[in-house]
């Protein structure tokens, strides 16, 4: 198997809406790996000041899960379900 380039797709603001997301993702046939920051050893400090994680597509899957990830985020409701 060929090396597969990685590259970031967007960076969620929760896991609940990586969980969305990725979810979303799969629907189409994409495999989306989610890298949280709150893994690292500083606590929550690194997370506070890089954001809640990173989503990674492979390089061929990124034009796909962009135009996908537009589309949900056009059509998701002002209210989001996880903004309760």
């Known amino acids: ?5 990685v590259k970031t797709l967007m960076k969620p603001e929760n896991e609940a809406e990586a969980n969305v997301i990725k979810s979303v993702l799969a ?4 495999y989306a790996e989610i890298k ?10 690194f997370q506070a000041q890089y954001g809640w994680g990173l ?7 990124l034009p796909e899960a962009q135009s996908i ?3 949900w985020r ?3 409701p002002e209210e989001l379900p996880w903004e309760t």
């Not at 198997?1 to 380039?5: E, I, K, N």
């Not at 989503?55 to 899957?61: G, M, P």
């Open 27 to 30: 629907e189409h046939g994409i």
């Open 74 to 76: 056009n059509a998701a």
């Open 1 to 5: 198997m060929g090396h597969l380039t």
């Open 69 to 71: 990830i537009e589309e």
């Open 55 to 61: 989503f990674l597509v492979s390089e061929k899957d």
């Open 36 to 45: 949280s920051f709150h893994d690292t050893a500083y606590d929550g400090l």
